[in-house]
């Protein structure tokens, strides 16, 4: 079945520093979305990307969907101490939602 | 406000008991789905439901029972043929098809004692 892979699966950075977490899928998407779920909470949808080669920013993040829309990216510029969590990509199965294992962030202040 | 709501928060089980989470949300979603989340790991799909009376296997669904009687509400039950059920678990919401993202409740955290 689709598998979408994720790297790195840990990150920690010095606080202004840039992160940057990659989301890899066997096969093309029709659509590829981004959650963030912060230290025991729960995933919350971030954005979703629909078109090749789409950017869209979000304040200090920036979200691209390659061209062949088989991989995407997540880019924080500064990283602060509120962006610490786990950060998912995920993308459509058959139906479901098939997610990455997700890459975690640690921002040293 | 419009959400999805799940209870308990914690939850102890003894082995061999059959335990239900309790899954309601309001935002008049058609599909619901069940994910297990195990520490440093990624989400895994139990059971998903796309319409009322109707619902599906998932990718690790052995062990687990779902029922959709209502459109608001989607319990899910682990029996005690789950060989290792303590984890965390995640309820979603989305509309027909998954656009515009998933709705997640705050999940329940299951300890087998």
């Known amino acids: 079945g689709q598998q979408v892979m994720q790297i790195p699966q840990y990150q920690h950075v010095q606080e202004g520093e840039d992160f940057t977490t990659y989301c890899n899928s066997s096969t093309t998407l029709s659509n590829i979305q981004w959650y963030k779920q912060r230290p025991g909470g729960h995933p919350v949808f971030l954005i979703q990307?629909?078109?090749?080669?789409e950017v869209k920013k979000q304040k200090r993040l920036t979200f691209q969907f390659g061209e062949a829309k088989k991989n995407s990216s997540l880019h924080i510029t500064a990283t602060q101490t509120t962006d610490v969590g786990t950060y998912f990509c995920?993308?459509?199965?058959?139906?479901?939602?098939?997610f990455g294992k997700g890459t975690r962030l640690s921002v040293i202040a | 406000d419009g959400g999805i709501t799940q209870s308990p928060k914690y939850l102890f089980r003894k082995e061999g008991q059959n335990v239900t989470l309790s899954c309601e949300q309001n935002?008049?979603?058609?599909?619901m789905y069940w994910y297990r989340q195990d520490p440093g790991q990624g989400l895994r799909l139990i059971y998903y439901s796309q319409i009322v009376n109707d619902f599906q296997k998932g990718d690790i669904a052995e062990g687990y029972s779902v029922s959709r009687e209502k459109k608001e509400s989607f319990p899910l039950t682990v029996t005690s043929a789950q060989k290792n059920p303590t984890a965390f678990y995640l309820c979603a919401s989305s509309i027909s098809g998954g656009l515009y993202g998933y709705t997640f409740g705050s999940g329940t955290r299951l300890t087998v004692v």
């Open positions: 935002l008049n979603h058609d599909a």
């Open positions: 995920a993308g459509p199965g058959n139906t479901p939602l098939v």
């Open positions: 990307l629909v078109k090749s080669g």
